[in-house]
């Protein structure tokens, strides 16, 4: 019973790398190609971006611009930092493990951030006008910082609960999660200091890092069948040998 639990355990931890490494493999394709599309438009607007730039222009009452102001502020200064320590100290397990937990979970997000920053440099998109923001902003436009941090975090919660419970019990709380991502994203669109597709880009690269960091951080499968075919062969290897007795 101990083999065969283990080889199921082998293979679920392969099944998942494998489902890792494929997702992974799409956000970077898509990542890529997007980046591609907004670089060789030298930072213009995608179509689509201009409807959608437009739109919020023309539909901004008082409230639903204080609204989206108190939730684009979430994705940006001390908050995500301080939901990336409370995912560290979820997902640990005693006092060593809690500071370890913290440790990556902000490893992960300043790494990030670090990569989102370099790539913005690169590509150097303009915002859009300047007369169309309804707050703050600096800086350039792709992929969007707020949108990538906030995805970034909400990855890093999603994954602290799914240390704690089973995925059935955790949705609720990674529809939150979920929600609140989208919500920090949509946000800056609606006050005009981003374009649609930075936005989608900011999601497609926190969903990339995380992928990335889970591969980097997960048991490798092989690793894991290779214990428990030790675990099998053992006690068959410590069997003598079967044949005819001698006389």
Same mark, same amino acid.
């Given at each position: 019973?101990?083999?065969?639990?283990?080889?199921?355990?082998?293979?679920? +931890?392969?099944?998942?790398?494998?489902?890792?490494?494929?997702?992974?493999?799409?956000?970077?394709?898509? /990542?890529?190609?997007?980046?591609?599309?907004?670089?060789?438009?030298?930072?213009?607007? %995608?179509?689509?971006?201009?409807?959608?730039?437009?739109?919020?222009?023309?539909?901004?009452?008082?409230?639903?611009?204080? =609204?989206?102001?108190?939730?684009?502020?979430?994705?940006?200064?001390?908050?995500?930092?301080?939901?990336?320590?409370?995912?560290?100290?979820?997902?640990?397990?005693?006092?060593?493990?809690?500071?370890? $937990?913290?440790?990556?979970?902000?490893?992960?997000?300043?790494?990030?951030?670090?990569?989102?920053?370099?790539?913005?440099?690169?590509?150097?998109?303009?915002?859009?006008?300047?007369?169309?923001?309804?707050?703050? $902003?600096?800086? /350039?436009?792709?992929? +969007?910082?707020?949108? =990538?941090? +906030?995805?970034?975090?909400?990855? %890093?919660?999603?994954?602290?609960? %799914?240390?704690?419970? +089973?995925?059935?019990?955790?949705?609720?709380?990674?529809?939150?999660?979920?929600?609140?991502?989208?919500?920090?994203?949509?946000?800056?669109?609606?006050?005009?200091?981003?374009? $649609?597709?930075?936005?989608?880009?900011?999601? %497609?690269?926190?969903?990339?890092?995380?992928?990335?960091?889970?591969?980097?951080?997960?048991?490798?499968?092989?690793?894991?069948?290779?214990?428990?075919?030790?675990?099998?062969?053992?006690?068959?290897?410590?069997?003598?040998?079967?044949?005819?007795?001698?006389?």
């Amino acid at each position: 019973m101990t083999g065969a639990s283990g080889a199921a355990g082998g293979d679920r +931890s392969t099944t998942a790398f494998r489902r890792t490494c494929a997702a992974g493999a799409v956000l970077l394709v898509l /990542f890529a190609a997007l980046t591609v599309a907004v670089a060789v438009r030298h930072g213009a607007p %995608l179509p689509g971006d201009p409807a959608l730039h437009r739109w919020p222009l023309h539909h901004r009452p008082p409230v639903a611009v204080a =609204t989206a102001r108190a939730v684009t502020a979430t994705g940006s200064g001390v908050v995500p930092y301080a939901l990336a320590v409370v995912a560290g100290l979820i997902a640990g397990r005693d006092g060593t493990g809690r500071r370890y $937990a913290v440790a990556g979970a902000l490893a992960v997000l300043v790494l990030g951030q670090l990569v989102r920053f370099g790539l913005m440099l690169a590509v150097a998109r303009p915002r859009p006008a300047a007369y169309d923001w309804a707050t703050t $902003a600096s800086g /350039f436009s792709f992929p +969007s910082g707020h949108t =990538t941090t +906030s995805a970034l975090t909400a990855g %890093l919660l999603a994954w602290a609960v %799914l240390t704690r419970c +089973s995925l059935s019990a955790a949705r609720p709380a990674i529809a939150v999660l979920c929600l609140w991502a989208v919500a920090v994203g949509l946000s800056r669109v609606y006050l005009g200091v981003h374009w $649609a597709s930075d936005v989608l880009g900011g999601w %497609l690269f926190a969903s990339l890092w995380l992928a990335l960091a889970a591969l980097a951080t997960a048991p490798r499968g092989r690793f894991a069948l290779r214990r428990t075919a030790g675990h099998v062969r053992a006690p068959l290897e410590a069997r003598p040998p079967s044949g005819p007795k001698g006389p």
